[in-house]
């Protein structure tokens, strides 16, 4: 055990020293009003149900099952017939936010509207193409989930495209369409039905992204916080078998280790998986805000010692505290050292 926290320690104290330069404090703070209010009542929650280091249900979630659904293995003629391109509408909560840090984001942000048929939903898909983008190259790509949020992080990370910090890589932003309950909404893809919002970023929206731009199917990564982190951690442990290996690459940011889709939650999912495989090929980067409750820090340090422990074959696991951000803050510092970490010059 000791060897373990020693290990977790050095993990981060070495991110730290690497990435901690690239961490902006002041961009942390440009759009953490949007944030707030969608991801400080899962951190309460956390705060408020993890006892022991481990998550209670009963304190938070009754049992909520999903009713079994068949998958298409590929999009539907339907779905692909409901897709919709054009530039970011103006009509966006947070466009004018956007446009005031980077007029030209107005260009060069897409907006993707894309029908799912086994969630029977919309989703309003946001993408921006680098500096220069070159359809005979191929691209690593990024892709975040609560996407309503992400806007901003379009031109913050794409500045660092052009700084030279970073090498050109795909940003995609997945959310909803204006007026949705977002946190309504947002509980039932990376909750209660974490399994179809997967197959829909998989079977779908993927494929259909590759087919029409210049993507790097090797190279791709998978961001999500909060309730997102732990979706993460779910799309983590069913790269096997839903995820089709996807993704290289996982950021997740704060994962909400006291939520429950039915009558599982993280521990069971990658109890699962460790049952099927020991190998996990993925490079993976966890944060926390180092002012989030101490029980809701423990659980996390807990649940990634437990992992550290697996030994796991292919897995590159890095763990950090982010100092003085909060559940609400820590998403900006932590994308930035993510696209540091995988594509960083």
């Excluded at 500045?159 to 959310?175: C, Q, T």
């Excluded at 704060?254 to 090929?281: I, V």
């Excluded at 807990?302 to 820590?330: K, M």
């Amino acid at each position: 055990m000791k060897k373990r926290i020693v290990n977790l320690m050095v993990v981060t104290l070495v991110v730290t020293i690497i990435s901690g330069c690239g961490t902006d404090r002041s961009a942390s703070a440009n759009t953490t009003v949007s944030v707030d209010t969608a991801v400080s009542a899962d951190a309460t929650a956390s705060a408020d149900v993890v006892q022991n280091n481990r998550p209670d249900r009963t304190a938070a979630f009754a049992p909520e099952i999903v009713e079994e659904k068949d998958y298409a293995e590929e999009i539907l003629q339907e779905e692909l017939d409901s897709i919709s391109v054009g530039k970011l509408s103006p009509d966006h909560e947070f466009y004018e936010e956007v446009v005031t840090m980077d007029p030209e984001c107005a260009e060069y942000i897409n907006e993707i509207s894309i029908y799912d048929k086994e969630i029977d939903d919309t989703f309003v898909v946001h993408i921006s193409l680098p500096p220069n983008y070159n359809e005979d190259t191929q691209y690593p790509m990024l892709v975040m989930t609560d996407g309503v949020w992400r806007l901003s992080d379009h031109p913050q990370l794409r500045s660092m495209m052009v700084n030279g910090e970073i090498e050109d890589i795909i940003l995609v932003s997945i959310g909803y369409p204006n007026g949705y309950d977002y946190r309504t909404i947002r509980e039932r893809d990376l909750v209660k039905d974490p399994t179809s919002y997967l197959h829909f970023i998989v079977d779908n929206l993927i494929p259909y992204l590759e087919d029409n731009y210049s993507i790097s199917p090797d190279n791709m990564t998978l961001a999500g916080h909060s309730y997102g982190g732990y979706w993460a951690y779910y799309a983590l442990f069913h790269s096997d078998t839903i995820g089709k290996n996807t993704f290289a690459n996982y950021y997740i940011g704060s994962p909400s280790l006291q939520a429950y889709t039915g009558t599982q939650n993280l521990y069971s999912f990658e109890e699962e998986y460790y049952e099927r495989s020991q190998t996990l090929q993925a490079n993976v980067y966890v944060t926390v805000g180092g002012e989030e409750s101490a029980p809701f820090i423990t659980a996390i340090e807990d649940f990634d010692e437990l992992i550290y422990s697996r030994n796991y074959a292919g897995l590159s696991l890095t763990y950090e505290v982010i100092p003085d951000n909060t559940h609400d803050t820590v998403f900006k510092p932590s994308i930035r050292n993510t696209v540091l970490m995988f594509y960083g010059k």
